[in-house]
């Protein structure tokens, strides 16, 4: 069985389209996987943020602590 040209033409453009199919999708993917690592970090750096605010509250506190306590003692004596 022999195959047309326009058949030959018609299963290569079908192989041509395939291909560009798989790209698109290939292409979301590692978009979203983008997307996604972006997300990751910039929750990551929230939370270090985060932390680093508790931290300076609590240093904060104890500071407040700190003078309380001498400012008590000043006081007592």
């Given amino acids: 069985m022999t195959t047309t040209k326009e058949e030959t033409e018609k299963g290569e453009q079908e192989e041509e389209e395939e291909e560009e199919e ?3 999708e290939e292409e979301e993917e590692e978009e979203e996987e983008e997307e996604e690592e972006e997300e990751e970090e910039e929750e990551e750096e929230e939370e ?3 932390e680093e605010e508790e931290e300076e509250e609590e ?3 104890d500071a407040f602590h700190i003078l ?3 400012l008590e003692s ?3 004596t």
């Fill in 68 to 70: 309380y306590c001498l």
């Fill in 48 to 50: 270090e943020e985060e």
């Fill in 59 to 61: 240093e904060e506190e």
């Fill in 74 to 76: 000043v006081h007592i």
């Fill in 22 to 24: 798989e790209e698109e």
